[in-house]
T-cell receptor
Framework: DQQVKQNSPSLSVQEGRISILNCDYT??????FLWYKKYPAEGPTFLIS?????DKNEDGRFTVFLNKSAKHLSLHIVPSQPGDSAVYFC??????????FGSGTRLQVQP | EAGVAQSPRYKIIEKRQSVAFWCNPI?????LYWYQQILGQGPKLLIQ????????DSQLPKDRFSAERLKGVDSTLKIQPAKLEDSAVYLC???????????FGPGTRLTVT
């Protein structure tokens, strides 16, 4: 029972272009959403988050959009840089401060 | 600021053997988590501590897994006996009480043969 789904296992974009990573969820009790980035042999690192009372949150090159009616969120990276190449995990929480993660999307930014 | 420390980084054992992992969270972080990440999947929460008390261990296979957090700081996760399907990366994370953002350690990669 996957409550958080990332249906694209991989994504390849050109440097300077926009990267869009998608995430769908099924549990309507989720009220906080986070994106984590993971490099090989390292633990995930927090990137950006959004509360369910908002529909957009921006931090530099990273923007997260939340569509509650569609139970969908997306992470936009503009412009994409080669250093952004990593696995990106979407995570959600019901307020218990215990995260449910998606399976991840591997982003490759081509120079 | 020092991050979350974990050891060992890698461990190879045979099935039915026991293994233990250690985690030292970021100083001042009251909440500590253990996650299991199987290859190709996202991290799955095993257990959550608040100080030295268990908040959530609903996904911990208690017949073989155990965890403790003595004195509300360091934590150990033990598997006894190990099965082939326990091969995974075990991640420790910590956070300030009431804060969503969790900080992860580098993980321990366990291979059970």
């Amino acid at each position: 029972d996957q409550q958080v789904k990332q249906n694209s296992p991989s994504l390849s974009v050109q440097e300077g272009r926009i990267s869009i990573l998608n995430c769908d969820y099924t549990n309507s009790m989720f009220d906080y959403f986070l994106w984590y980035k993971k490099y090989p042999a390292e633990g995930p690192t927090f990137l950006i988050s959004i509360s369910s009372i908002k529909d957009k949150n921006e931090d530099g090159r990273f923007t997260v959009f939340l569509n509650k009616s569609a139970k969908h969120l997306s992470l936009h990276i503009v412009p994409s840089q080669p250093g952004d190449s990593a696995v990106y995990f979407c995570a959600a929480d019901t307020g218990r401060r215990a995260l449910t993660f998606g399976s991840g999307t591997r982003l490759q930014v081509q120079p | 600021e020092a991050g979350v420390a974990q050891s060992p980084r890698y461990k190879i054992i045979e099935k039915r053997q026991s293994v233990a992992f250690w985690c030292n969270p970021i100083s001042g972080h009251a909440t500590l988590y253990w996650y299991q990440q199987i290859l190709g999947q996202g991290p799955k929460l095993l257990i959550q501590f608040q100080n030295n008390g268990v908040v959530d261990d609903s996904q911990l296979p208690k017949d073989r897994f155990s965890a403790e957090r003595l004195k509300g700081v360091d934590s150990t996760l033990k598997i006894q006996p190990a099965k082939l399907e326990d091969s995974a990366v075990y991640l420790c994370a910590s956070s300030f009480k009431g804060i969503w953002e969790q900080y992860f350690g580098p993980g321990t990669r366990l291979t059970v043969t």
